[in-house]
């Protein structure tokens, strides 16, 4: 158990449709990192938020947004769906003292499996 | 652009024997490097990590070796047990402040008893 959680575990919609995914890191940790996993793409990272503010952005559609609240949880929020929105997001979570070191580990939750019919 | 490539899509190792894992990396600002193993339907769980400062490090039966001049890194698992089976994941960071990992395909790893 890495400490990260996500909800819902799994997620069934149709195309159209919005949904939120939710987060929260592993106690003390101030960086959300989330990730998508395709079939055909492996690990892609989406986004990074640090301490509330959003850090570096990666392959993120428009359609796609993030934040992370006060509590330090995070939801991603995907809307307009697609069927090849289908795959499985993953939520990270890492210490990120602020600049001591910038070699951190990310601890990855259990993931969110989306099918989008 | 894959920066970080898992050439071998699978690998099949006998109980007992030593799994090496391999993994090498086009971008010259990676400075720390990392293995993931992951079952289905579960996230990547972290085994260990490597600095760019550094050639090798071991923790129990998984040891990671880095070769930056060939930008090259291994990971061996010695012995290999049936419950290594597994995908794993070779990922790297560094440049600026931006931490994201960039994930290599993954290797499927099986250890037949």
């Known amino acids: ?117 | 652009d894959q920066q970080v490539k898992q050439n071998s899509p699978s690998l099949s190792v006998q109980e007992g024997r030593i799994s090496i894992l391999n993994c090498d990396y086009t971008n010259s600002m990676f400075d720390y490097f990392l293995w993931y193993k992951k079952y289905p339907a579960e996230g990547p769980t972290f085994l260990i990590s490597i600095s760019s400062i550094k050639d090798k490090n071991e923790d129990g039966r998984f040891t990671v070796f880095l070769n930056k001049s060939a930008k090259h890194l291994s990971l061996h698992i010695v012995p290999s047990q049936p419950g290594d089976s597994a995908v794993y994941f070779c990922a790297a960071s560094g440049g600026g402040s931006n931490y994201k990992l960039t994930f290599g395909k993954g290797t499927l790893l099986t250890v037949n008893p």
């Open chain 1, 1 to 117: 158990d890495s400490g990260v959680t996500q909800t819902p575990k799994h997620l069934i919609t149709a195309t159209g449709q919005r949904v939120t995914l939710r987060c929260s890191p592993r106690s003390g940790d101030l960086s959300v990192y989330w990730y998508q996993q395709s079939l055909d793409q492996g690990l892609q990272f989406l986004i990074q938020y640090y301490n509330g503010e959003e850090r570096a952005k990666g392959n993120i559609l428009e359609r796609f947004s993030a934040q992370q609240f006060p509590d330090l949880h995070s939801e991603l929020n995907l809307s307009s769906l697609e069927l090849g929105d289908s795959a499985l997001y993953f939520c990270a979570s890492s210490v990120d003292p602020g600049g001591r070191t910038r070699q951190e580990t990310q601890y990855f939750g259990p993931g969110t499996r989306l099918l989008v019919l």
